[in-house]
């Protein structure tokens, strides 16, 4: 039993274990000393602040993680880079004329003709039956057909939502590369309109999309028949227009528009800006933010280096090696669109033109997620701010209220409403710290909240932080929690002796100032609270002169001085109203100060007693 | 009671009394590691201080009155010197006239030999040949009936082989090699054009040319302009004696719009990529009546360093934009170069048309007609691009960032180090019981 007592008291304990290892040198370079557990108070309210300050942390590192899900998206733009040679068109439009007498072409820049008309399906339609299916699609949800010229909230946040990359990236993944189908014709409905519908590859220059009239705009080869004019009706619907790999899903500016004429001359001309667009979810930019052009991923279409073939003849036009289809990274074109549209004399050319340019700026929509330790680094750094802010919100607070109580007393000298010993020179006071002002519901902190926070040498006015390395001889003071044996502690330079407070807990009240005495051992008790449960408690301050040796109890002197009580009030509980002003009993102190009448009352008492 | 404890009341940083304190060894190897990873951040902190970042700006290009160069280094492999032109025209389609330019001709042995340069002589842009100057002042040259051309050295004669070719090319006469005519005979043109017949030729040089949309081609022939039409000698480039005939076969070693960037310039600014999307490019045909065209639209782009004076750059692009040799255009200064960037679209053709069913596009089809040769239409873009080199951190956000290294790492080593204490306090009690 005596053993486990001894392993219990010096175990583990580190500064018996660490004095024998060769670290233990080291121990002076802690500069985070840990209180002693017996020196850290918990109130309640300080409680009920850390489950606040935790229900903050909590929701902050919640939305965190969101916005770390979501990711940024950053916009990036470049020149584009490699020789381009094509662009795909993909059109979806119905027009209020038969098929036969529609010309379908594509003049661009190069010079190049493109019968459109060739390769895009035509399907003989009803415009009545486009009519009402989207008049009736018009009812159910009005942003699903628009007229040109009409603007419509939800239609224009669709499209905003269509630049961006989760919401591109969704469309992409819906899949779905085809043309829907053209509805069949009902009863009694005769074909008078064409649905003009595909893809086609042109040439990636300025050119000029158009639908005209048969036999009107064009030298045609061979004969035609020249069409009667009466016929001429270029209301269209465009159900989808778009450049680039085909997404029927994405919105862009003319799909879905309605532009209707009652006359046979009309022209619609459409310009539209081809913006190369990049929507991606790989990292583009480097550390800093700014773009990294090597990782912008390459459209398929492009050159970037010369290939050879196996006959060793360099070929430019092939798919770009280096771009690899993933579902991360989409290429597409966006377009601003302006139009116009005007009836036409009769010797100009109707039908609806569609004038595209491209522009050379690339646009990189990227969006990324920033790496696992950034967010945790940054979640860190929100716990840590806010504990900063609660506690710099709380200092304030201390310094304010220390302020208010303590003000009156900085005017009114020597008012002090506290516990004071004054012992061989030490003057020791116990103030009571804002936050532990003590009310009636908190009654149960009365022993742990006077702290000893002032210790002051009245001759000499040494402050007790500069003990060590001074020549003056000073007292340290220890408080005992334990009320047991004083640690051993190595004999110290300039320590002119311990004092150890012991405080502790007696059942019945005292009186303010008691003074006990045992035969020639007289026993100082300086009475802290004079509770109104009956219980008290008890300040007993003994001090011995040099180091105290545990071994050696005969050597050990132990001096019990006498300990002056200043404060004049008992009940603390309302601790700034009751102040009063403490007797100025110099005297008294000097008294204490003066080492012969001190020695007087010196007495060798054995220390457990 | 001394003044000076009356104030110690008021100390919101309450220092805990040194006896209350534990110092443990944990705690000591926890605070140097902290001392060495502050020490290390703050030298992380320092190098980001100190980094130079470019940043790209994309804005609207306000310059007016601007010029541009161009530089061009292409080979021929398969077309004489003496056939080729260099013809430099803006958006109507006139010639860009009183140039500053610097281009040469390179003539190249055949393509069996190798391609070695031979000779290289400077070209005349839309220039005067003088080589009629030796001759009698009273001296005037049949037109052959043709109208003499306007610029002629003497008006009203054709002194010179080349003003016979200029005046039979403005009457639409092809001109050949001009045997018969008394002035080609004498120049030797014929013999000229035949001796490098086989040979190659490559193009290299600047042209300065106003910054307005516009078009450079190489193609055969003496050019001229009659009425709106462009017109080439096209007669000496399909009419030869070499098997297979010329072709428009060519490599692009370089073509770039403004000041190359030089090497530490490249290496310096992240964009490595700022490449020129047509160095290193070749394109072959065995068809001479063959047409190369290519769409480059051009985005000025200006460098800019730190250090930078806005005065000397202005002041320098203002009072020598139009005297400075060709090639040193663009550099302004302190390392500042105005310079552009562009897309290019590449499109070919053959002159009789046809559809491009090769390339698996049949519907496709081109022009007929035209003027074999390599031609580049440019277009200027409005938007301009500015990498600026800058330093993200200002002095005191530095200063902030050291703070914050060491706060943050002190919090985290406290936490760590109160953890351990904390664990080993629990340990010891769980061996008390």
New interface residues.
Partial sequence: MAHMNGFAKHGLDDDSFSEKSALSGLRTFDAFPKTKPSYTSASRRGGQWTLLVLVICSVLTFSELRAWWIGVETQHFSVERGVSHELQMNLDIVVAMQCKDLHVNVQDAAGDRILAGDLLTKHETSWQLWTDKISKKRRRDHQAYQLLHEENAERMQAEEEDQHVGHVLGHMREGGKKFPKTPKLRKGEHADSCRIFGSLEGNKVQGDFHITARGHGYMEWGYQQHLDHTTFNFSHYVNELSFGPHYPSLLNPLDKTISTTPSHFHKFQYYLSIVPTIFTKRRVSTKSGSLDPAAIPQPPTLDLVPVKDKDGKEVLHVLNQLSRADSKTLFTNQYAATSQSREVPDNTVPGIFFKYDIEPILLIVAEQRSSFLALVISVWQHYKSTFETYGALISPFVLLKAVIYEFPSLLMEKEFNGVEYVLKGIRLREVPSPFCSITEEDRTEVTTCPHLTEVALDAGALSPDVMEGTETPTWKVTEDSQGGLPPPHAPKKNVYGECILRRSRVPEPLPPMSTNSTGQNLEEVAVLTSGEDGHSERCNISCTEGSPVPEDKSSAQLRQSQVKRTRQDSARSTVPAKRTKIDDDQSLATVNMDGDIIKEQDSEIQINS | ??AK??F???D??????????????S??????ASLLVVVYLIWGEWTDYR?I????E?IVDKGRGEKMEIHLNMTFPRVPCELLTLDVMDVSGEQQTGVAHGVEKVRLTPVAEGSMPIERTSLALHAQDDSAKHMDPDYCGSCYSAPAPANAQKSGCCNTCDEVREAYASNSWSFGKGEGVEQCEREGYGEKLDAQRKEGCRIEGGVRVNKVVGNFHIAPGRSFSNGNMHVHDLNNYFDTPVEGGHTFSHEIHELHFGPKLPADVVDKW??????N??D?????TDDPAFNF?Y?V???S?SFIPLGWDAKLSSSIHTAYQDIVPIGTHGYLGHGTIETH???????K?SLRGGN?AA?G???????RD?IPGVFF?YDI?P?K?INREAR?KTFTGFLTGICAVIG?T?????AI??GV?EG?TR??KL??R
């Avoid at chain 2, 970042?53 to 790209?56: F, G, I, K, R, T």
């Avoid at chain 2, 002190?410 to 406290?414: I, S």
């Fill in positions: 009671m001394p404890s009356r110690t009341r008021l919101a940083f309450t220092k805990t009394v040194e006896d209350a304190r534990v110092r443990t060894t705690g000591g190897i926890v605070t140097l980094r970042l470019v940043q790209p994309l992240s964009d490595h990529h700022h490449d999307p047509l290193g490019t070749s394109q072959q065209m769409f639209k051009v985005v782009t960037q562009y897309s290019v679209t590449s499109h053709r491009d390339e596009h049949k519907e496709r089809l081109h022009a035209g239409s873009s938007m691009v993200p943050g002190l919090t985290v080593a406290a180090d109160r204490y080993s340990l010891k061996h008390q």
